[in-house]
């Protein structure tokens, strides 16, 4: 299995910063995905993050908010721009391993914006 | 796509007792069901998962079902214990498509002792 370490873990944040989660496997994955998972709620797919090629975002979700980079196969990055309330939430950042379909998730990174 | 449908949203049971949590999908070609138990504060983790080349599958007091047919599966967890309270997500997922899982809406399950 996967073992997926996000850093920070937690932040307190003022609207109109930006944020920049970071995300590190402890394998090389080619598929790596950015959720959103507000308080009580589901988790909602943001981006699929795949190295060399640009992030595609879901439905509702736009580059510039939610810049991603993936500079290689173990590690990625999710910026939240221009944070304001609406943002806090807990992003979480999985991989996938192609050899059994099975998805894997980081801890984490709980986001508050007042 | 798919569409996960989970059900209940939440789950009380006493200690002891066995809970079942039941999801339905749409896209008959997801071929692959993990269920994911989320702790408060913590990531997603993976408890158990089917193939849809088989029935059923268990693993010590989890067992998850598929009904390839009628296009559900469910959850199992026989007695229950205190520290299996949590939140308990399935999902559904297509091999041959380059997307990620497609979540239900999960299910709170607390164990009362």
């Known amino acids: 299995s996967a073992v997926i370490s996000q850093k920070p873990s937690r932040d307190i944040c003022q609207r109109g910063t930006s944020l920049t989660i970071q995300c590190q496997v402890d394998s090389q994955v080619t598929m790596m995905f950015w959720y959103r998972q507000q308080p009580g709620q589901s988790l909602t797919l943001i981006a699929t993050a795949n190295q060399g090629s640009e992030a595609t975002y879901e439905s509702g979700f736009v580059i510039d908010k939610f810049p991603i980079s993936r500079p290689n196969l173990t590690f990625s990055t999710l910026t939240v721009s221009n944070m304001s309330p609406e943002d806090s939430s807990i992003y979480l950042c999985?991989?996938?391993?192609?050899?059994?379909?099975?998805?894997?998730f980081g801890p984490g990174t709980r986001l508050t914006v007042l | 796509g798919e569409n996960v449908e989970q059900h209940p949203s939440t789950l009380s049971v006493q200690e002891g007792d066995s809970a079942v949590i039941k999801c339905t999908y749409s896209?008959?070609?997801?071929?692959?069901f993990p269920w994911y138990k989320q702790e408060l504060g913590k990531g997603p983790q993976l408890i158990i998962d089917?193939?849809?080349?088989?029935g059923e599958k268990k693993d010590q007091r989890i067992a998850v079902t598929l009904n390839k047919t009628a296009k559900h599966f469910s959850l199992h967890i026989t007695e229950t214990q205190p520290e299996d309270s949590a939140v308990y997500f399935c999902?559904?997922?297509?091999?041959?498509?380059?997307?990620?899982?497609?979540f239900g809406k999960g299910t709170r399950l607390s164990v009362i002792a």
């Open positions: 896209d008959s070609a997801s071929n692959y």
């Open positions: 999902a559904a997922f297509r091999s041959s498509g380059n997307t990620p899982l497609v």
């Open positions: 999985s991989v996938l391993d192609t050899a059994t379909d099975t998805q894997y």
């Open positions: 089917i193939r849809s080349n088989v």
